[in-house]
């Protein structure tokens, strides 16, 4: 038999709350962190706004030398999961520390000092290049900060997704606790793209909203109005552990992680199947891993980007899988308030899943004045409240990813 996998803890940075603390109470008020960009000058850009995050001092979390060595995006990851950590009251040390493992992915890596130090090499240079930007620049180095801070010795990895990173690194974490190459896996994603390049590139491949005089209403998933997504930044991290371990050591449990599901449209780089197919099979590969079925899912996060084809695709795709229950089931996307966090973005949402399940209410849907499918309720405006028994999670990526990830309730 598989071994059981529960959720003892969560930490997480976003631009509406930098704890799970804070995000939380952003959700559930609908609150935005979407406004015109202020760390760089965006002027002759076409879209000049992104989901930043404020306030954030790396220092809180490492060293000085520590923060110096990293991208920002692995200051987040690392941030992300020492709160974790903390919240799941685990000690990394001794013979275990063998057991714990680090899948810490990111969909675009290095960007902000890849950029910086580039112009450095233009300006000034190569031999005024920093020493840190080869290893600070790679995919996995999220996962060996974590790694080196926490003194976690077993499987270590980034599973790169695109927009999906964060959900694959979460069910590969999952897998290897099942099958018994660890007890226990810090998983999750980190990203922080909101650079010249990173806006140039999403810019030309008209990916992002233009709704550049009204930014908290620039989201809109699911809105027949939408006109593209909203760059945003930060990290989610969760303390994947076999059940056994939490219980024996006191652990609370949170969730218990049941199904995961992963598949490939084979189709198009950036381009998702108009068919669907790829989002289906995950989700029905999720429910099949569950040992569950559509109708003992009580909510859903979707991926709702905010673009054209992604959210008329993926609620098609809901309701292929789900049936007549599609039109009962609240679904809602948080990008609306936090935009698009990429190779984050599923690690996030399926933190603001466990804590729906938590505290029974379902956040809104900013911005969904006009659903283009009238059938299905996105819990548009205002959070509600639900008995939440299970929930699934969906993530969806550049290169035709899909991953979808069920939790539900722990029963002993």
Not at 231 to 241: I, Q, T
Not at 341 to 353: K, T
Request: glycine share 12%.
């Amino acid at each position: 038999m598989k071994r059981r996998v529960v959720i003892t803890g969560f930490g997480l940075l976003t631009p509406i709350g930098k704890d799970p603390e804070a995000f939380w109470s952003g959700l559930v008020a609908g609150k935005s962190g979407v406004r015109s960009i202020t760390r760089f000058d965006p002027s002759g850009y076409p879209t000049t706004i992104a989901a930043e995050i404020d306030g954030f001092d790396p220092l809180d979390y490492m060293d000085r030398k520590e923060a110096r060595r990293m991208d920002r995006f692995a200051q987040y990851g690392l941030a992300a999961a020492r709160q974790a950590l903390e919240r799941s009251g685990l000690k990394i040390e001794g013979q275990e520390a063998e057991r714990v493992g680090v899948m810490v992915g990111t969909g675009s890596g290095g960007l902000d000092m890849i950029q910086r130090e580039y112009a450095r090499v233009l300006t000034q240079g190569p031999n005024r290049l920093s020493p840190y930007l080869a290893p600070a620049m790679l995919a996995n180095m999220a996962s060996g900060e974590i790694a080196v801070a926490t003194g976690a010795r077993g499987i270590s990895a980034a599973v790169v997704t695109a927009c999906a990173t964060g959900s694959s690194c979460i069910g590969e974490g999952m897998r290897a606790i099942q099958h018994g190459t660890a007890d226990v896996v810090l998983a999750g994603g980190a990203e922080a793209p909101i650079t010249p390049l990173g806006l140039a590139a999403f810019s030309k491949i008209r990916a992002l909203s233009r709704r550049n005089d009204d930014p908290q209403r620039a989201c809109r998933p699911f809105d027949r109005d939408r006109d593209g997504f909203v760059a945003g930044e930060g990290a989610g991290v969760v303390v994947l552990e076999e059940a056994d371990h939490a219980r024996r050591r006191g652990a609370t449990i949170y969730a218990e992680l049941v199904g995961y599901g992963s598949s490939t449209d084979a189709y198009h780089i950036t381009a998702p199947d108009p068919e669907g197919a790829g989002a289906v099979r995950a989700m029905r590969l999720a429910f099949a891993d569950a040992g569950m079925t559509p109708d003992q899912v009580d909510y859903i996060n979707a991926h709702g980007t905010g673009t054209r084809f992604n959210d008329a695709i993926e609620a098609a795709a809901i309701k292929k899988v789900f049936g007549e229950r599609a039109r009962h089931i609240p679904i809602n996307s948080i990008k609306s308030m936090i935009g698009h966090l990429l190779g984050a973005a599923g690690a996030v949402e399926l933190i603001a899943s466990i804590q729906a399940l938590q505290h029974g209410i379902i956040p809104p849907t900013l911005n969904c004045d006009h659903p283009e499918d009238s059938d299905l309720d996105f819990v548009p405006h205002w959070a509600r409240r639900r008995d939440i028994r299970a929930a699934m999670s969906n993530s969806f990526g550049f290169g035709g990813h899909n991953v979808s990830l069920i939790i539900k309730r722990w029963e002993e």
